[in-house]
């Protein structure tokens, strides 16, 4: 099952412009992190920000989490026409037994940047 | 160095048959991680390896199996496959079973 849900599916804005797209999920979480695929090829990690953080940055990247709402936003400032990909968040649940992890992703945000 | 390798990239399988999927992880990684990904949807977990040991296993049927080697290498099995069975399987592998996964490329299995 999804846990999280993006928003928008899909999104297409004008190069230069700032994309942003947000996330929600349904239970707590350890962590929540964004990665990026590249027409239907692997996942690339972007950020990883910890339930116990606000607001994170990396280069262009801006991510925010409020777990009062359960939900997070990813900001691409700046975005240029190689930014385009689908965009996922994904969540690490509290788990039980060492060694034991598992991401639940969500559906994805396909972002168009347009030259 | 090397990132996680996965291989076959693309196959194509009939219903009823058997598939074997093998990923490399990054060297020193020790754990592995499988996820399915059917068109227009994100990741579904599968399979977690650690230390060569389950730690965790995803909604599926006993039809998919996996295991892990001395060596970190992983295999995901999948029997009796169903047209549904289509999609993108991922492999992922991280140091210590936590944090940042390290996706390989993919490999696209059709099922006619």
């Known amino acids: 099952s999804q846990q999280g849900e993006e928003d928008p599916q899909a999104l297409s804005i004008q190069e230069g412009e700032n994309a942003t797209m947000n996330c929600s999920y349904k239970?707590?979480?350890?962590?929540l992190q964004w990665y990026r695929q590249n027409s239907g090829r692997g996942l690339v990690h972007l950020i990883l920000i910890r339930s116990n953080e606000r607001e994170k940055h990396s280069g262009r990247l801006r991510v925010t989490l409020d777990t009062s709402k359960k939900s997070s936003s990813l900001l691409i400032t700046a975005s240029r026409a190689a930014d385009t990909a689908s965009y996922f968040c994904a969540t690490d649940a509290p788990r039980s037994g060492a060694g034991s992890y598992q991401l639940t992703f969500g559906k994805g945000t396909k972002l168009s940047v347009i030259p | 160095d090397a990132g996680v390798t996965q291989s076959p990239t693309h196959l194509i399988k009939t219903r009823g048959q058997h598939v074997t999927l093998r990923c490399s992880p990054i060297s020193g990684h020790k754990s592995v991680s499988w996820y399915q990904q059917v068109l227009g949807q994100g990741p579904q977990f599968i399979f977690q390896y650690y230390e060569k040991e389950e730690r965790g296993r995803g909604n599926f049927p006993d039809r998919f199996s996996a295991r892990q080697f001395p060596n970190y290498s992983s295999e995901l099995n999948v029997n009796a496959l169903l047209l549904g069975d289509s999609a993108l399987y991922l492999c992922?592998?991280?140091?210590?079973?936590?944090?940042?996964?390290?996706f390989g490329e993919g490999s696209r299995l059709t099922v006619l």
């Open positions: 239970t707590s979480i350890n962590n």
């Open positions: 992922a592998s991280s140091y210590l079973g936590s944090g940042e996964l390290f």
